[in-house]
């Protein structure tokens, strides 16, 4: 079984008009958000083998809050430009070729492109909306990541910052 995990980054700020869009920060809410939801992974026993993210810098705020959370190091990301606003089958491409004994992978990136890439996993009876740090989990009955694109698959979590918990 393989396991994707997508994140989206995190609520960004828009205080700064004149910023570039690559190198807005996260918000306050944000900065709590991420936390929050490495800590619900964590909580679920969801732990990575690989990070890969946006160097986007919400993104790659989000990435490192995850690791943090997760105890996974910061310097093990990796950082991927062609994830900043990508289109679905980007993300195909970065784990056709991962390691076997990468099990678990988590990819932190932008929307539109993750919502459609996770709305195209799960199936097309599913509308898949990732508002800010969303996680959609896919497992694979697959062995090797080259064949996950021919292999069954399951959304097994999706969970948002503002879903109830209690």
Not at 24 to 40: F, I
Not at 70 to 97: D, K, R, T
Request: proline content about 6%; overall charge negative; charged content about 20%.
């Amino acid at each position: 079984m393989k396991k994707l995990v997508l994140i989206r980054h995190a609520k960004s700020s828009w205080a700064n008009p004149l910023q570039s869009d690559f190198e807005r920060p996260l918000n306050e809410r944000g900065q709590h958000d991420a936390p929050l939801m490495a800590g619900r992974l964590k909580a679920a026993g969801i732990i990575p083998d690989r990070i890969i993210a946006s160097p986007a810098k919400r993104a790659a705020q989000t990435a490192r809050h995850i690791a943090k959370g997760m105890a996974y190091q910061e310097s093990a990301i990796e950082w991927h430009e062609e994830l900043y606003h990508c289109v679905p089958s980007v993300f195909e491409e970065l784990f056709q070729n991962l390691p076997d004994e990468v099990s678990t992978l988590f990819i932190v990136a932008h929307n539109p492109g993750i919502s459609e890439f996770a709305t195209q996993l799960a199936g097309s009876n599913s509308i898949i909306h990732m508002p800010t740090c969303a996680i959609a989990g896919i497992e694979f009955d697959a062995s090797n990541w080259s064949d996950v694109s021919i292999s069954g698959k399951r959304l097994f979590i999706f969970d948002t910052p503002k879903k109830d918990h209690d």
